[in-house]
């Protein structure tokens, strides 16, 4: 039982790079979160999933995409990466809207 | 706009001590709170989940209490320990189907040994 996983744990991008963020979780939870934490600015939510098929936009969307084909999964896209999206990501799942939060150990994003 | 605040930003005490840590948010309106530990390089972890309608909730040595009128929550540590060491954040639940949370900056806590 892993909970939530992350990959990668750590990222290295050129400035106009692409690269997917994936979070995986088994605890069959409806509710799915990306948020970014950065020094000062605390964590902010970037797009989330009530569940499968379903994205919305969060706080800080722009320059990002998401996709959550399966249950399972929920994918954060930077389609032309920029070093203002250097940050550690982390996704959250939740079972239900007043759930408690249930977090991944971050993804660590460098764009120089 | 929700804002929300945790004093102080760092705090060290001796092994054994009780501690609090404060949490306060400027609109009442909220569904719930909850307080998370994250550690260095790691992700967060859930303590303590209060709903608004709640006053209180108690896991082991943590004591979380809620007061929605005076935007305030507290986190209550007893008998602090070294593995205690940590940053705590609070965050607060302001919409519904929006899903979405307003976290605090954080309280950096070491404890002694």
């Known amino acids: 039982n892993a909970g939530v996983t992350q990959t990668p744990k750590f990222r290295v991008l050129k400035t106009g790079q692409s690269m997917t963020l994936l979070c995986a979780q088994d605890?069959?939870?409806?509710?799915m979160y990306w948020y970014r934490q950065d020094p000062g600015m605390g964590l902010r939510l970037i797009h989330y999933s009530v569940g499968e098929g379903t994205t919305a936009k969060g706080e800080v969307p722009d320059g990002y995409n998401v996709s959550r084909l399966k249950k399972q999964n929920f994918l954060l896209g930077l389609e032309s990466a920029a070093p203002s999206q250097t940050s550690v990501y982390f996704c959250a799942t939740g079972r239900g809207y007043l759930e408690k939060l249930f977090f991944g150990s971050g993804t660590q994003l460098s764009v120089l | 706009k929700q804002e929300v605040t945790q004093i102080p930003a760092a705090l060290s005490v001796p092994e054994g001590e009780n501690l609090v840590l404060n949490c306060s948010f400027t609109?009442?309106?909220?569904?719930?709170l909850q307080w998370f530990r994250q550690d260095p390089g790691k992700g967060l972890t859930s303590l303590l989940l209060?709903?608004?309608?709640?006053r209180e909730q108690t896991s082991g040595r943590l004591n979380a209490s809620l007061d929605k009128s005076s935007g305030r929550s507290t986190l209550y540590i007893a008998a602090s320990q070294p593995g205690d060491s940590a940053t705590y954040l609070c965050a607060v639940k302001v919409d519904n189907y929006g899903q979405n949370f307003v976290f605090g900056p954080g309280t950096r806590l070491s404890v002694l040994p």
């Open positions: 209060i709903q608004s309608s709640q």
């Open positions: 609109d009442s309106a909220i569904y719930n």
């Open positions: 605890m069959n939870h409806e509710y």
